[in-house]
């Protein structure tokens, strides 16, 4: 298995501008979370699905993220319009079964100018 | 939620040494406890989990001991490498409903092998 992936690995954008992560998680999986990493604040959960079902967002800081799961291997985490204080390390995790292990993708750094 | 937090943010030890991580929560329903370890530029990686109906498990070369008392965690890594440079963080969730939370993360301690 290749793992949770991410992409992209990279994105630099603007003030204003919609931005659009992307993740695949484990195939077989159940539950997907997205977490945000900063140094100020460390790791700190946004959102997360089982079975494709948004259970608690209540870590999604405004308006301006949203997060879908269309199907079980695909889920998008948009942030519109982005600020400079959104840049962030954003991770995908994904684990079989709520309290099992739960596998980390590489991350997508955002750097919004 | 309640925070999670590390004692010390860095800790520097000699290769071949023991190093003990450790980790104070303030949740007090918390009910599972996972240690992840990251290295530079990657995600976290899981290590070892426990539950609160133990209080020490054990796997290769590390050990989590967990005091439900004081609310302490402790990671155990023995004859540390040079591999094991990297930021250690750990996790815990309360088990609800047999469903599932989030993690909450601590702020992490950077782990120094020196040669």
């Known amino acids: 298995d290749a793992g949770v992936i991410q992409s992209p690995r990279h994105e630099v954008t603007e003030m204003g501008q919609e931005v659009t992560l992307r993740c695949k998680p484990i195939?077989?999986?159940?539950?997907l979370f997205w977490y945000r990493q900063t140094m100020m604040r460390g790791l700190e959960l946004l959102i997360y699905?089982?079975?494709?079902?948004?259970?608690?967002d209540s870590g999604m800081p405004e308006d301006r993220f949203s997060a879908k799961m269309p199907n079980a291997s695909f889920s998008t985490l948009k942030i519109q319009p982005s600020e400079p204080r959104d840049s962030a390390v954003y991770f995908c995790?994904?684990?079989?079964?709520?309290?099992?292990?739960?596998?980390f993708g590489p991350g997508t750094r955002l750097t919004v100018l | 939620g309640e925070s999670v937090g590390l004692h010390l943010p860095t800790l520097s030890v000699q290769e071949g040494d023991n190093s003990i991580i450790n980790c104070a929560y303030s949740?007090?329903?918390?009910?599972?406890f996972i240690w992840y370890k990251q290295e530079s530029g990657k995600g976290p990686q899981f290590i070892i989990d426990?539950?609160?109906?133990?209080d020490k498990r054990q796997g290769q070369r590390v050990t989590v001991l967990l005091n439900k008392t004081v609310k302490h965690l402790s990671l155990q890594i023995a004859a540390t490498q040079p591999g094991d440079s990297a930021v250690y963080f750990c996790?815990?969730?309360?088990?609800?409903?047999?469903?599932?939370?989030?993690?909450?993360f601590g702020k992490g301690t950077h782990l120094i092998i020196q040669p």
């Open positions: 995790a994904s684990s079989l079964g709520g309290y099992n292990e739960q596998f």
């Open positions: 195939s077989g999986h159940d539950y």
């Open positions: 699905f089982n079975n494709n079902v948004p259970i608690d």
């Open positions: 949740n007090s329903a918390s009910d599972y």
């Open positions: 426990i539950r609160s109906n133990m």
């Open positions: 996790a815990e969730t309360p088990v609800t409903g047999g469903g599932a939370d989030g993690l909450t």
